[in-house]
DNA sequence: CCATCTTTGTGCACGCGTTCACAAAGACAT
DNA sequence: ATGTCTTTGTGAACGCGTGCACAAAGATGG
C-alpha cells in the first residue's frame, strides 16, 4: 500500500491548509458511510454533496494530500479512506482523559464518536471525591490528585475540559505540566497556555448568541421587507445557508 | 461571512463582518467579567488580552459598531457591554427548545449559560414516551408528538438537536416546517434545510480529530528535529498555537 | 487505434480577514 | 491655552481561502 505516496509533495515542510484540515474529518465521516454501504468509488461532486461542501474545494482540498483519484472515475472510497485517517493521525491509538465529569463529561464519556475513531478514554477525572469509583460509561472516576499519574502512565497527549470556567484554567495548568500538549475546552473561559501547545474551544452560549445575531437581523430584514414586499413569495431569502452554495463559519476559535 | 451569502453582496447597508460577529460574545463575556468588578472603563489593549484576541482587531470590530470610545481613555465598559448586547440580539428573550435528552441534552438543558444571557429553554422534548413528564433541570420533557405545537405557541426561533445521527435530519425538517429558522445540531450529520435557515455545528469528534492532526504533526517534527537539532533550546515552537498571535480556526461549519 | 466522454487537478482571480502603522482625537497637566 | 501623552479609529498592504473554468488524464466504445 501506500504507492501513492510517490512523490511526497509538500506534506511536511509546507503543511496542508487549516481550513482543509478542518474539512478532513468530514470527508472521512462521508466516505465511511459509503464504505459501510460498500460502495467502491465516489465522484468529488457526490462526495462533495455527501459532505455539504463545493466539488471544487472538496477537490482541491484532496490536492493537498496528493493525487488519490483517477480521472474519468473518481475516488476509491476505501484508499481515500486510508489516506484521510493517516494524514489525521487516526491511525493510532490516542488516549484521552476527560476532567469534570459533570452533566457534560458524562454525555462525553458516553460519546460513540470518541472509540469509533482513534480516540480512547483512558480516565475520566473529577474533583469531587464522592465520585471517585463511580462508574460513568464503564469507567471509574477517579480523583483529580491522580491526574498527573494517569497522564504520564498513559502517556496521554489530549485532554478534554468539561469542568465549571472557574477550574478551568487551574485544570489546564495541570494537564500541560504533567505533559499535555492538545486541550479540548468546553469551559467558557479563555485558557492560558504556553507555547506548543493546542487549544479548542468548544462554547455553547457562543453558538447560540452568533444564532441569535442572525435570527435578529432575519427578523429586522422580514419586517423591512413586509412593508414592501407584502406577497408571501420570496419571503425566504435573506441570508439562506444551506450547504449547497456553502458557508464555512468559524465558530470555535483557538483560545 | 458566513452563510451562504450567495446574492446579497453586502449584507445590507448594516454589514458586521461574520467574524467580527463570532468575536462578539467573546468580548461580551470578557466585558461582563469587568462589569462585575465594576472596572469602569477599559482599553482596547486590555480588553483584547482578556479575550484572546489582537488589539487591532478588537477595534476594528468595534468600529463596524460604531465609535464607542473615548481617545486616550478606553471603553465605557458598561455601554459597551449593552452595545454589543442590543447588536447580538440578546436584549430580547430567545424561547429555545432542546431536542433528544440524553447526556447531552440534560448537560445543556442544565448549563447556565443559557439563561445567563438572553436564552430561555422554552421545552425540552425527547422521543422516548418513557421520559415524558421527568424534569430534567426542573424542566418536565416533553414527547416528541407535542413539538409542533410548543414551537407555534412560544414563537420558537431557535432549536438545538441533541438527538442520535439518524434521527436528527428528521427532528429537524419538522423544527423547520413548524417556523424554527435557527438550529444549533450537535448530531455528526450534514443537516439538509432550506434556504433561509440558519445551521450551526458542533462537532466533538471533528475538534478532536483536529487535535490529533495536529498532535501528530508536532510529534513528527519534534522527532524529525530531534535527529537534527539536539539541544533543548527552540524545541516547542512547531505551530504555536497560543493566544498572543492569536490564531482562530474554523472548526465548527455551517451545514 | 482513434474518438469521445467523464472527471480530476489546478492556475488564476477575487474577496474577506488580519495586521501594521499612523494620523486624529481627546484627556490632562501646566 | 497650549503642549504632551495616551489611545482610538482606520487606510492600506498582505495573505489565505474560495470558486471558476479549463486543460490534462484516463476510461470507454467503436
Redesign the interface.
Known sequence: MATGRTHRPAT?SR?IP??T??????Y???LTALSERSVPTVSSEELAA???VNSAKLRKDFSYLGSYGTRGVGYDVEYLVYQISR????T?D?P?VIVGI???G???A??G??A????RVAALIDADAGMAGKPVAGIPVQHTDELEKIIQDDGV??GVIATPAGAAQQVCDRLVAAGV????NFA?T?L?????????K?????????????????AG?EAAADTVVPPVAA?????????????????????
Not at 87 to 90: A, H, P, S, V
Not at 181 to 184: C, E, F, K, M, R
Not at 192 to 200: K, T
Open positions: 511536511r503543511g487549516e481550513a484540515v478542518a474539512r478532513l474529518p468530514l472521512l465521516r462521508a455527501a459532505a455539504g494524514e489525521l493521525g487516526l493510532q490516542w484521552v459533570g452533566n457534560l458524562a454525555a462525553l458516553n460519546y464518536g470518541f469509533s475513531r482513534g480516540f497527549s489530549i500538549t492538545s486541550i479540548l467558557p479563555v492560558n497556555v504556553p507555547e506548543g501547545v493546542d487549544v479548542r468548544v462554547d455553547l452560549s457562543i453558538e447560540l448568541q452568533i444564532l441569535a445575531f442572525h435570527e435578529q437581523r432575519k430584514e419571503r425566504k431569502q435573506p441570508h439562506s445557508t444551506d450547504q449547497g452554495p456553502d458557508g464555512d463559519v468559524p465558530a470555535v476559535m483557538q483560545a
